[in-house]
Protein backbone atom coordinates (compact mmCIF):
# COMPACT_ATOMS: atom_id res chain seq x y z
CA UNK A 1 0.00 0.00 0.00
CA UNK A 2 1.25 3.55 -0.72
CA UNK A 3 -0.35 5.01 2.21
CA UNK A 4 3.17 5.03 3.99
CA UNK A 5 4.52 8.64 3.55
CA UNK A 6 7.58 9.73 4.85
CA UNK A 7 7.85 13.13 6.73
CA UNK A 8 11.45 14.49 7.24
CA UNK A 9 12.06 17.51 9.17
CA UNK A 10 14.84 19.57 9.94
CA UNK A 11 15.17 20.30 13.81
CA UNK A 12 17.67 23.10 14.43
CA UNK A 13 20.70 21.80 16.72
CA UNK A 14 19.50 18.64 16.55
CA UNK A 15 19.68 17.38 12.93
CA UNK A 16 17.42 15.81 10.70
CA UNK A 17 14.38 13.68 11.51
CA UNK A 18 12.66 11.02 9.48
CA UNK A 19 9.22 9.90 10.57
CA UNK A 20 6.61 7.18 9.07
CA UNK A 21 3.59 5.25 10.47
CA UNK A 22 3.43 1.21 9.41
CA UNK A 23 -0.29 0.01 8.04
CA UNK A 24 -0.17 -1.58 11.09
CA UNK A 25 0.06 1.90 12.82
CA UNK A 26 3.22 1.36 14.52
CA UNK A 27 5.81 4.82 14.17
CA UNK A 28 9.52 4.63 13.13
CA UNK A 29 11.65 7.43 13.48
CA UNK A 30 14.91 8.32 12.62
CA UNK A 31 17.32 11.34 14.18
CA UNK A 32 20.33 11.95 12.00
CA UNK A 33 21.91 14.08 15.09
CA UNK A 34 24.80 16.61 14.64
CA UNK A 35 26.84 14.42 16.63
CA UNK A 36 27.42 12.28 13.85
CA UNK A 37 25.10 9.15 15.52
CA UNK A 38 22.19 8.11 14.36
CA UNK A 39 19.23 7.03 16.71
CA UNK A 40 16.44 4.77 15.92
CA UNK A 41 13.02 4.92 17.80
CA UNK A 42 9.84 2.84 17.27
CA UNK A 43 6.56 3.41 19.19
CA UNK A 44 3.98 1.03 19.17
CA UNK A 45 0.36 1.13 18.22
CA UNK A 46 -1.50 2.78 20.97
CA UNK A 47 1.29 3.00 23.21
CA UNK A 48 3.12 5.90 24.46
CA UNK A 49 6.61 5.41 25.46
CA UNK A 50 8.95 4.59 22.35
CA UNK A 51 12.31 2.50 22.58
CA UNK A 52 15.12 3.70 21.33
CA UNK A 53 18.29 2.65 19.79
CA UNK A 54 21.64 4.94 18.84
CA UNK A 55 23.92 3.57 16.24
CA UNK A 56 27.34 4.33 14.86
CA UNK A 57 27.09 5.72 10.78
CA UNK A 58 28.24 1.70 10.21
CA UNK A 59 26.01 0.06 12.50
CA UNK A 60 22.93 1.88 10.56
CA UNK A 61 24.84 0.88 7.12
CA UNK A 62 24.91 -2.26 8.25
CA UNK A 63 20.75 -2.28 9.80
CA UNK A 64 19.98 -0.56 6.81
CA UNK A 65 21.89 -3.92 4.48
CA UNK A 66 19.78 -6.30 6.54
CA UNK A 67 16.22 -4.24 6.48
CA UNK A 68 16.89 -4.04 2.26
CA UNK A 69 17.10 -7.74 1.98
CA UNK A 70 20.52 -7.93 0.96
CA UNK A 71 22.12 -10.27 4.09
CA UNK A 72 21.47 -13.66 3.17
CA UNK A 73 23.08 -14.85 6.32
CA UNK A 74 25.48 -13.46 8.87
CA UNK A 75 28.63 -14.51 6.88
CA UNK A 76 27.27 -13.86 3.18
CA UNK A 77 27.00 -10.28 2.48
CA UNK A 78 25.89 -9.55 -1.04
CA UNK A 79 25.11 -5.50 -2.25
CA UNK A 80 23.87 -4.80 -6.07
CA UNK A 81 24.46 -1.87 -7.02
CA UNK A 82 22.56 -0.64 -10.46
CA UNK A 83 24.42 2.19 -12.57
CA UNK A 84 20.92 4.19 -13.90
CA UNK A 85 23.40 6.08 -16.11
CA UNK A 86 24.64 2.88 -18.12
CA UNK A 87 21.34 1.33 -19.01
CA UNK A 88 20.86 0.39 -15.93
CA UNK A 89 24.14 -2.01 -15.40
CA UNK A 90 23.12 -4.06 -12.23
CA UNK A 91 26.48 -5.86 -10.59
CA UNK A 92 26.55 -7.94 -7.74
CA UNK A 93 28.64 -8.44 -5.02
CA UNK A 94 28.43 -11.15 -3.05
CA UNK A 95 30.79 -12.57 -0.47
CA UNK A 96 31.15 -16.39 0.16
CA UNK A 97 33.00 -18.95 3.12
CA UNK A 98 35.52 -21.06 1.14
CA UNK A 99 34.06 -24.46 2.55
CA UNK A 100 36.93 -27.09 3.16
CA UNK A 101 35.96 -28.67 -0.55
CA UNK A 102 37.78 -26.63 -2.20
CA UNK A 103 40.23 -25.23 -0.25
CA UNK A 104 43.77 -25.83 -1.19
CA UNK A 105 42.84 -25.31 -4.88
CA UNK A 106 43.72 -22.10 -7.16
CA UNK A 107 41.20 -19.76 -8.63
CA UNK A 108 42.78 -21.24 -12.39
CA UNK A 109 42.10 -24.69 -11.37
CA UNK A 110 38.34 -24.19 -10.51
CA UNK A 111 37.62 -22.42 -13.75
CA UNK A 112 35.57 -19.90 -12.21
CA UNK A 113 35.68 -17.35 -14.77
CA UNK A 114 34.67 -20.51 -17.67
CA UNK A 115 32.29 -22.09 -15.46
CA UNK A 116 30.09 -18.76 -13.81
CA UNK A 117 31.17 -15.55 -15.91
CA UNK A 118 31.86 -14.20 -12.21
CA UNK A 119 35.36 -12.94 -10.83
CA UNK A 120 36.89 -13.43 -7.32
CA UNK A 121 37.51 -9.49 -6.82
CA UNK A 122 38.77 -9.97 -3.47
CA UNK A 123 39.72 -12.81 -0.20
CA UNK A 124 39.65 -12.37 3.20
CA UNK A 125 42.10 -14.26 5.21
CA UNK A 126 42.60 -13.46 8.65
CA UNK A 127 41.73 -10.20 8.66
CA UNK A 128 44.38 -9.41 5.77
CA UNK A 129 43.08 -8.81 2.63
CA UNK A 130 43.92 -9.73 -0.45
CA UNK A 131 42.48 -7.41 -3.53
CA UNK A 132 42.34 -8.82 -7.13
CA UNK A 133 44.20 -12.56 -6.16
CA UNK A 134 45.99 -13.82 -9.47
CA UNK A 135 44.72 -17.13 -11.00
CA UNK A 136 47.35 -18.96 -9.28
CA UNK A 137 45.86 -17.79 -5.81
CA UNK A 138 45.19 -21.06 -3.40
CA UNK A 139 42.22 -21.08 -1.40
CA UNK A 140 42.38 -21.89 2.60
CA UNK A 141 39.82 -22.65 4.51
CA UNK A 142 38.01 -19.88 6.34
CA UNK A 143 38.90 -17.51 3.19
CA UNK A 144 36.00 -15.14 2.38
CA UNK A 145 35.97 -14.79 -1.12
CA UNK A 146 34.08 -12.02 -2.39
CA UNK A 147 32.92 -12.35 -5.80
CA UNK A 148 31.77 -9.98 -8.55
CA UNK A 149 29.18 -10.78 -11.40
CA UNK A 150 25.38 -10.19 -12.53
CA UNK A 151 23.40 -12.20 -10.21
CA UNK A 152 22.78 -14.85 -12.37
CA UNK A 153 26.34 -15.50 -12.18
CA UNK A 154 26.59 -15.32 -8.75
CA UNK A 155 24.03 -17.92 -8.21
CA UNK A 156 25.79 -20.16 -11.02
CA UNK A 157 29.28 -19.54 -8.54
CA UNK A 158 26.98 -20.50 -5.29
CA UNK A 159 25.51 -23.74 -7.44
CA UNK A 160 28.92 -24.95 -9.60
CA UNK A 161 31.85 -23.90 -7.40
CA UNK A 162 30.32 -23.73 -3.53
CA UNK A 163 29.71 -27.54 -4.07
CA UNK A 164 32.84 -28.67 -5.31
CA UNK B 1 49.95 32.52 30.94
CA UNK B 2 50.90 29.75 33.36
CA UNK B 3 47.35 30.28 34.95
CA UNK B 4 45.39 30.09 31.49
CA UNK B 5 47.57 26.63 31.37
CA UNK B 6 46.35 25.14 34.67
CA UNK B 7 43.06 26.51 34.45
CA UNK B 8 42.68 24.41 30.93
CA UNK B 9 44.47 21.64 32.05
CA UNK B 10 41.77 20.92 35.01
CA UNK B 11 38.90 21.32 32.46
CA UNK B 12 40.40 19.02 30.79
CA UNK B 13 40.05 16.78 33.54
CA UNK B 14 36.61 17.81 34.33
CA UNK B 15 35.85 17.47 30.61
CA UNK B 16 36.85 13.64 30.49
CA UNK B 17 35.09 13.54 34.09
CA UNK B 18 31.61 14.63 33.28
CA UNK B 19 31.56 13.12 30.30
CA UNK B 20 31.95 9.52 31.67
CA UNK B 21 29.25 11.08 34.12
CA UNK B 22 27.32 12.46 31.10
CA UNK B 23 26.27 15.30 32.83
CA UNK B 24 27.06 18.87 32.09
CA UNK B 25 30.41 20.62 31.87
CA UNK B 26 29.84 24.18 32.37
CA UNK B 27 29.01 24.40 36.09
CA UNK B 28 32.03 22.44 36.98
CA UNK B 29 34.25 24.74 34.85
CA UNK B 30 32.68 27.93 36.24
CA UNK B 31 33.25 25.95 39.75
CA UNK B 32 36.84 25.14 38.83
CA UNK B 33 37.37 28.47 37.98
CA UNK B 34 36.18 29.86 41.38
CA UNK B 35 38.12 27.19 43.51
CA UNK B 36 41.73 28.31 40.85
CA UNK B 37 40.61 32.27 41.28
CA UNK B 38 40.07 35.43 43.22
CA UNK B 39 37.21 33.66 45.13
CA UNK B 40 39.28 30.20 46.09
CA UNK B 41 42.99 29.31 46.14
CA UNK B 42 44.34 32.50 44.19
CA UNK B 43 46.23 30.95 41.98
CA UNK B 44 44.73 32.03 38.71
CA UNK B 45 44.64 35.08 37.63
CA UNK B 46 42.80 37.04 34.47
CA UNK B 47 45.20 38.96 32.50
CA UNK B 48 45.78 40.32 28.71
CA UNK B 49 45.51 36.71 27.16
CA UNK B 50 42.63 35.30 28.84
CA UNK B 51 40.49 38.13 28.56
CA UNK B 52 41.44 37.62 24.71
CA UNK B 53 40.95 34.15 24.90
CA UNK B 54 37.56 35.02 26.85
CA UNK B 55 36.37 37.35 24.25
CA UNK B 56 37.09 35.01 21.70
CA UNK B 57 34.92 32.06 23.36
CA UNK B 58 31.49 34.76 23.72
CA UNK B 59 32.41 35.80 19.59
CA UNK B 60 32.30 32.29 18.73
CA UNK B 61 29.52 30.96 20.97
CA UNK B 62 26.96 33.92 18.80
CA UNK B 63 28.84 33.50 15.87
CA UNK B 64 27.07 29.85 16.17
CA UNK B 65 24.26 30.58 17.53
CA UNK B 66 23.75 33.09 14.51
CA UNK B 67 24.26 29.95 12.14
CA UNK B 68 21.68 28.25 13.38
CA UNK B 69 19.00 30.91 13.31
CA UNK B 70 17.26 30.36 10.28
CA UNK B 71 14.71 32.77 9.97
CA UNK B 72 12.84 31.19 7.10
CA UNK B 73 12.30 28.24 9.44
CA UNK B 74 10.96 29.95 12.11
CA UNK B 75 8.68 31.92 10.15
CA UNK B 76 7.30 28.46 8.91
CA UNK B 77 7.18 27.29 12.55
CA UNK B 78 5.67 30.15 14.08
CA UNK B 79 2.46 29.40 15.82
CA UNK B 80 4.01 26.27 17.39
CA UNK B 81 7.03 28.57 18.26
CA UNK B 82 4.82 31.88 19.27
CA UNK B 83 3.17 30.28 21.88
CA UNK B 84 5.67 28.35 23.53
CA UNK B 85 7.59 31.16 23.61
CA UNK B 86 5.81 33.85 24.67
CA UNK B 87 4.52 31.71 27.55
CA UNK B 88 8.30 31.21 28.86
CA UNK B 89 9.00 34.50 27.81
CA UNK B 90 6.50 35.95 30.26
CA UNK B 91 6.37 33.50 32.79
CA UNK B 92 10.26 33.90 33.35
CA UNK B 93 10.76 37.00 32.70
CA UNK B 94 8.34 38.37 35.45
CA UNK B 95 9.45 35.94 38.13
CA UNK B 96 12.71 36.49 37.38
CA UNK B 97 12.09 40.56 37.45
CA UNK B 98 10.27 40.88 40.18
CA UNK B 99 12.24 37.75 42.63
CA UNK B 100 15.40 40.12 41.59
CA UNK B 101 13.51 43.41 42.45
CA UNK B 102 12.24 42.26 45.51
CA UNK B 103 15.70 41.07 46.53
CA UNK B 104 17.05 44.18 46.94
CA UNK B 105 18.37 44.28 43.02
CA UNK B 106 18.20 48.15 41.22
CA UNK B 107 16.14 47.75 38.57
CA UNK B 108 18.63 47.58 35.57
CA UNK B 109 19.98 44.99 37.51
CA UNK B 110 17.12 43.05 38.16
CA UNK B 111 16.61 43.12 34.08
CA UNK B 112 19.88 41.94 33.63
CA UNK B 113 19.53 38.71 36.33
CA UNK B 114 15.69 38.02 34.79
CA UNK B 115 17.22 37.91 31.37
CA UNK B 116 19.48 35.53 32.53
CA UNK B 117 16.79 33.78 34.57
CA UNK B 118 14.63 33.40 31.73
CA UNK B 119 17.08 32.16 29.04
CA UNK B 120 17.78 28.43 29.09
CA UNK B 121 20.73 26.47 27.65
CA UNK B 122 20.47 25.20 24.48
CA UNK B 123 23.76 23.20 24.43
CA UNK B 124 22.09 21.41 27.61
CA UNK B 125 19.14 21.19 26.43
CA UNK B 126 19.93 19.74 23.31
CA UNK B 127 22.09 17.27 24.83
CA UNK B 128 20.03 16.33 26.82
CA UNK B 129 17.58 15.24 24.37
CA UNK B 130 20.12 13.51 22.68
CA UNK B 131 21.79 11.26 25.25
CA UNK B 132 18.34 10.52 27.17
CA UNK B 133 17.38 9.66 23.92
CA UNK B 134 13.75 11.61 23.83
CA UNK B 135 13.88 12.86 20.69
CA UNK B 136 10.73 10.51 19.56
CA UNK B 137 9.09 12.62 22.09
CA UNK B 138 6.50 14.95 20.67
CA UNK B 139 7.87 17.80 23.67
CA UNK B 140 10.99 17.27 22.02
CA UNK B 141 10.12 19.29 19.16
CA UNK B 142 8.44 21.96 21.36
CA UNK B 143 11.89 22.14 23.51
CA UNK B 144 13.86 22.64 20.50
CA UNK B 145 11.67 25.21 19.02
CA UNK B 146 11.40 26.98 22.43
CA UNK B 147 15.24 27.47 22.72
CA UNK B 148 15.38 29.04 18.99
CA UNK B 149 12.76 31.24 20.25
CA UNK B 150 14.66 32.24 23.32
CA UNK B 151 17.76 32.87 21.51
CA UNK B 152 15.70 34.99 19.40
CA UNK B 153 14.78 37.06 22.32
CA UNK B 154 18.28 36.86 23.73
CA UNK B 155 19.39 38.60 20.67
CA UNK B 156 16.86 41.52 20.68
CA UNK B 157 17.86 41.86 24.60
CA UNK B 158 21.41 42.14 23.31
CA UNK B 159 20.45 44.89 20.41
CA UNK B 160 18.44 47.07 23.47
CA UNK B 161 21.20 46.37 26.56
CA UNK B 162 24.04 47.61 24.04
CA UNK B 163 22.47 50.53 22.31
CA UNK B 164 23.22 52.17 25.58
CA UNK B 165 22.84 56.05 25.50
CA UNK B 166 22.42 55.78 21.66
CA UNK B 167 19.21 56.56 19.73
CA UNK B 168 17.11 53.46 19.50
CA UNK B 169 16.19 53.99 16.43
CA UNK B 170 19.46 54.87 14.72
CA UNK B 171 21.06 51.80 16.75
CA UNK B 172 18.24 49.59 15.19
CA UNK B 173 18.92 51.31 11.61
CA UNK B 174 22.58 50.38 11.93
CA UNK B 175 22.40 46.69 13.19
CA UNK B 176 19.85 46.42 10.31
CA UNK B 177 22.01 48.05 7.77
CA UNK B 178 25.08 45.51 9.22
CA UNK B 179 22.48 42.74 8.30
CA UNK B 180 21.78 43.86 4.90
CA UNK B 181 25.30 44.26 3.87
CA UNK B 182 26.52 40.96 4.85
CA UNK B 183 23.49 39.53 3.63
CA UNK B 184 24.47 41.06 0.54
CA UNK B 185 28.08 39.80 0.53
CA UNK B 186 26.93 35.99 1.48
CA UNK B 187 24.24 36.01 -1.32
CA UNK B 188 26.27 37.50 -4.06
CA UNK B 189 29.69 35.92 -2.49
CA UNK B 190 27.81 32.59 -2.55
CA UNK B 191 29.68 30.73 -5.14
CA UNK B 192 33.07 31.82 -3.52
CA UNK B 193 32.21 31.02 -0.22
CA UNK B 194 31.23 27.62 -0.93
CA UNK B 195 34.42 27.07 -2.97
CA UNK B 196 36.26 28.04 -0.27
CA UNK B 197 34.36 25.84 2.18
CA UNK B 198 34.84 23.00 -0.10
CA UNK B 199 38.64 23.20 -0.17
CA UNK B 200 39.58 20.13 1.82
CA UNK B 201 43.37 22.41 2.94
CA UNK B 202 43.61 24.69 5.76
CA UNK B 203 42.04 27.47 3.50
CA UNK B 204 38.25 26.84 5.07
CA UNK B 205 38.97 27.47 8.50
CA UNK B 206 41.30 30.10 8.27
CA UNK B 207 39.03 31.86 6.58
CA UNK B 208 36.21 31.19 8.95
CA UNK B 209 38.27 32.60 11.84
CA UNK B 210 38.99 35.66 9.81
CA UNK B 211 36.04 36.08 8.75
CA UNK B 212 34.56 36.37 12.28
CA UNK B 213 37.56 38.27 13.37
CA UNK B 214 37.35 40.78 10.81
CA UNK B 215 33.65 41.53 11.73
CA UNK B 216 33.72 41.61 15.37
CA UNK B 217 36.90 44.54 15.00
CA UNK B 218 34.44 46.61 12.20
CA UNK B 219 32.61 47.14 15.66
CA UNK B 220 34.73 49.96 16.32
CA UNK B 221 34.05 51.76 13.63
CA UNK B 222 30.36 51.43 13.38
CA UNK B 223 29.28 51.74 17.12
CA UNK B 224 27.79 48.23 16.88
CA UNK B 225 28.64 45.78 19.29
CA UNK B 226 30.81 42.91 18.49
CA UNK B 227 28.41 40.75 19.73
CA UNK B 228 25.45 41.93 17.26
CA UNK B 229 28.16 41.54 14.77
CA UNK B 230 29.24 38.34 14.67
CA UNK B 231 25.66 37.23 15.29
CA UNK B 232 24.27 39.06 12.13
CA UNK B 233 27.36 37.20 10.61
CA UNK B 234 26.36 33.82 11.35
CA UNK B 235 22.51 34.43 10.36
CA UNK B 236 24.41 35.99 6.63
CA UNK B 237 26.64 33.25 6.34
CA UNK B 238 23.77 30.70 7.66
CA UNK B 239 22.37 31.33 3.98
CA UNK B 240 25.05 29.74 2.62
CA UNK B 241 26.44 26.26 4.24
CA UNK B 242 25.95 26.58 7.85
CA UNK B 243 26.69 22.89 8.35
CA UNK B 244 30.69 23.80 7.11
CA UNK B 245 31.13 26.82 8.72
CA UNK B 246 29.55 25.30 11.96
CA UNK B 247 32.05 22.46 10.98
CA UNK B 248 35.38 25.15 10.63
CA UNK B 249 34.34 26.85 14.02
CA UNK B 250 33.35 24.49 16.28
CA UNK B 251 37.24 24.07 17.28
CA UNK B 252 37.51 27.58 18.27
CA UNK B 253 33.95 27.42 19.89
CA UNK B 254 35.32 24.38 21.85
CA UNK B 255 38.28 25.47 23.04
CA UNK B 256 37.62 29.23 23.66
CA UNK B 257 34.20 29.07 25.63
CA UNK B 258 36.04 26.52 27.87
CA UNK B 259 38.36 29.38 28.75
CA UNK B 260 35.77 32.03 28.64
CA UNK B 261 33.83 29.92 31.36
CA UNK B 262 36.81 29.04 33.62
CA UNK B 263 37.89 32.55 33.65
CA UNK B 264 34.16 33.69 34.20
CA UNK B 265 34.65 31.76 37.49
CA UNK B 266 38.18 33.02 38.38
CA UNK B 267 36.83 36.58 38.30
CA UNK B 268 34.16 35.91 40.66
CA UNK B 269 34.67 37.87 43.67
CA UNK B 270 32.92 36.73 47.06
CA UNK B 271 34.84 39.78 48.65
CA UNK B 272 31.87 42.29 48.63
CA UNK B 273 30.63 39.33 50.91
CA UNK B 274 28.10 36.80 49.54
CA UNK B 275 24.09 37.19 50.11
CA UNK B 276 23.65 33.02 50.37
CA UNK B 277 19.84 33.80 51.40
CA UNK B 278 19.52 35.89 47.70
CA UNK B 279 21.18 33.63 46.09
CA UNK B 280 19.21 30.38 47.75
CA UNK B 281 15.91 32.23 46.48
CA UNK B 282 17.25 33.28 43.24
CA UNK B 283 17.60 29.19 42.18
CA UNK B 284 14.46 28.06 43.82
CA UNK B 285 12.58 30.94 41.74
CA UNK B 286 14.08 29.44 38.57
CA UNK B 287 13.44 26.03 39.09
CA UNK B 288 10.29 26.39 40.03
CA UNK B 289 9.19 29.53 37.76
CA UNK B 290 10.21 27.01 34.54
CA UNK B 291 8.20 24.58 36.27
CA UNK B 292 5.24 26.77 35.42
CA UNK B 293 5.93 28.06 32.19
CA UNK B 294 6.57 24.29 31.59
CA UNK B 295 3.24 23.36 32.45
CA UNK B 296 1.09 25.92 31.13
CA UNK B 297 3.09 25.31 27.64
CA UNK B 298 2.05 21.30 28.22
CA UNK B 299 -1.59 22.41 28.53
CA UNK B 300 -1.51 24.80 25.77
CA UNK B 301 0.50 22.71 23.16
CA UNK B 302 0.10 18.76 23.98
CA UNK B 303 -3.06 19.59 26.53
CA UNK B 304 -1.17 17.84 28.87
CA UNK B 305 0.26 19.26 32.19
CA UNK B 306 2.39 16.19 31.98
CA UNK B 307 3.91 17.12 29.52
CA UNK B 308 4.95 20.07 30.49
CA UNK B 309 6.85 18.43 33.13
CA UNK B 310 8.93 16.37 30.34
CA UNK B 311 9.29 20.18 29.04
CA UNK B 312 10.26 21.84 32.35
CA UNK B 313 13.15 18.74 33.05
CA UNK B 314 14.71 19.59 29.93
CA UNK B 315 14.64 23.10 30.26
CA UNK B 316 15.65 23.61 33.91
CA UNK B 317 19.51 24.42 32.87
CA UNK B 318 20.99 28.00 32.43
CA UNK B 319 24.20 28.06 30.70
CA UNK B 320 26.02 29.67 28.11
CA UNK B 321 23.86 32.40 27.38
CA UNK B 322 23.26 33.51 31.21
CA UNK B 323 26.86 33.36 31.81
CA UNK B 324 26.87 35.93 28.77
CA UNK B 325 24.87 38.11 29.65
CA UNK B 326 26.51 38.37 32.89
CA UNK B 327 29.78 39.27 32.00
CA UNK B 328 28.50 41.54 29.43
CA UNK B 329 26.35 43.70 31.61
CA UNK B 330 26.99 42.03 35.30
CA UNK B 331 28.52 43.86 38.21
CA UNK B 332 29.95 41.85 40.64
CA UNK B 333 27.01 41.04 42.55
CA UNK B 334 24.87 40.20 39.92
CA UNK B 335 27.79 38.03 38.31
CA UNK B 336 27.59 36.13 41.33
CA UNK B 337 24.00 35.57 41.45
CA UNK B 338 24.31 34.23 38.21
CA UNK B 339 27.15 32.09 38.28
CA UNK B 340 25.23 30.38 41.61
CA UNK B 341 22.21 29.86 39.72
CA UNK B 342 23.89 28.28 36.21
CA UNK B 343 25.46 25.83 38.63
CA UNK B 344 22.75 24.99 40.71
CA UNK B 345 20.04 24.59 37.85
CA UNK B 346 22.33 23.17 35.26
CA UNK B 347 23.00 20.28 37.87
CA UNK B 348 19.42 19.60 38.70
CA UNK B 349 18.71 20.28 35.77
CA UNK B 350 21.20 17.34 34.19
CA UNK B 351 18.87 14.90 36.49
CA UNK B 352 15.47 16.04 35.77
CA UNK B 353 16.51 16.01 32.48
CA UNK B 354 16.89 12.34 32.92
CA UNK B 355 14.76 11.24 35.31
CA UNK B 356 11.78 13.09 33.78
CA UNK B 357 10.34 10.13 32.39
CA UNK B 358 10.64 7.93 35.15
CA UNK B 359 8.87 10.75 37.00
CA UNK B 360 6.25 11.32 34.52
CA UNK B 361 5.42 7.51 34.78
CA UNK B 362 5.29 7.42 38.56
CA UNK B 363 2.72 10.42 38.47
CA UNK B 364 0.77 8.62 35.86
CA UNK B 365 0.76 5.34 38.07
CA UNK B 366 -0.04 7.02 40.94
CA UNK B 367 -3.16 9.35 38.90
CA UNK B 368 -4.41 6.15 38.00
CA UNK B 369 -5.00 3.90 41.15
CA UNK B 370 -6.75 7.33 42.72
CA UNK B 371 -9.11 8.45 39.35
CA UNK B 372 -10.18 7.37 35.76
CA UNK B 373 -7.55 6.39 33.59
CA UNK B 374 -5.96 9.09 31.59
CA UNK B 375 -6.01 9.93 28.55
CA UNK B 376 -2.72 8.56 26.61
CA UNK B 377 -1.12 10.76 24.46
CA UNK B 378 0.75 9.49 21.46
CA UNK B 379 3.94 10.35 20.09
CA UNK B 380 2.48 12.81 17.48
Not at chain 2, 72 to 96: K, P, Q, W, Y
Not at chain 2, 103 to 119: D, K, P, Q
Not at chain 2, 199 to 218: G, K, M, N, Q
Request: aromatic share 10%.
Amino acid sequence: MSAMSLRSLNLPGVGTKYEFETDKGDTVAIFFTKTGTIQMYTLQKDCHTPSAAEMTPVEARRLGNILSGAIIEADQESVEIAFSALADLRVTIHSFLIPKAIAGRTIEDLQIRAKTGATVIAVCRHDRNIVNPPPAFVFETGDAALVIGESDQIRMFEREIMVE
Amino acid sequence: MEGIVLALFVCLLLALITKYLSVPAIPFYILAGVLLGKAGLGLVTSDVISRFFSDMGLIFLLFFMGLGLKPERIAANRSAVLTSGIIDLNVNMIIGFVGAYLLGFSIMESLIVASAFYISSTAMAITSLIENRKLMLREAETVIWLMVFEDLILIIFLAIISAGNQNLIVFLVKILGVLAVLYALAHYGKEFLISILDRDDELPIIFTFAAVLTTASFSMYLGVPETMMVIALGVAFATTDPDAFEQHARPFKDVFLVVFFVFFGVTIDFSGGVNWYMITIICLLAIVSKLISGILTGIFIHGSALSGLEIWGNTIGRGEFSIAIAVLYGSSIVGTTIAAMVIVTSIIGSFTAKYSTSLRRGIMHFGRKKSPPHRVHLGR
